[in-house]
């Protein structure tokens, strides 16, 4: 198994400078991590460093809350893809999920879907799945399903939710193969990733894979 082409390496915190992210961008390049994850601030920077690269630069959007207006996670993903994001990992609006405000919550993924495809880009639909009830959950997946998503995430790791090899078998029961899925959350050692890759997670975002993935 070829770990380094499943990571995603992820450089999130708020205090990062641009030698963090050049660092950050180096290291996947030479390891062959399939993309680097990092704030919409830094996209352009890592844009005019890496073009020449095969690393997709990933960034997030309504992060990581996710409780932002619909129209201004559109204007994020406008923003991120023109400055040279490949890929977008987006959250989805836990409260409007709470407040069964469904016909939102199907716009509002439809919608971010729509953006990214409609320029050429991945989207991964952050569900922060440990804040949501088994119906909610099954909601929410039905709802990315039918939007074409390119990807569920199960969690930001910011507002807990470790990824667990259980749960990824879980998603990957619901979603078949019609949506990939990505594992974040605490995710720190080859073992770990090995297993949720096992448990059927295509992607795996982790702010340490340098220190277990050497290739």
Known sequence: MNIGSYIDFSMLRPDGLPKDIDALGKIAVE??????CIPPYFVDFANQHFSGTPLKIATVVGFPMGYSSTSAKIEEIKKATADGAHEVDAVI?????????WNYVANEIGSMVTACHMRGKMIKVILEAH??????L????EICIEAKADFIKNSTGFNGG???PALITYLRSLVGDSIKIKASGGIRSLEESVNLIEAGA?????SVAD?????
Not at 31 to 36: G, L, N, P, Q, T
Not at 93 to 101: F, I, Q, T
Not at 138 to 141: A, C, E, G, T
């Open 211 to 215: 220190t277990f993935v050497n290739n």
């Open 131 to 136: 804040l949501l009830t088994d119906a909610e």
């Open 138 to 141: 099954r909601k929410v997946i």
């Open 162 to 164: 470790k990824a667990d």
């Open 93 to 101: 609006n836990v409260s409007a999920v709470k407040s069964g405000n």
């Open 202 to 206: 295509d992607r795996i975002g982790s």
């Open 31 to 36: 390891r062959a991590f399939k993309a680097i």
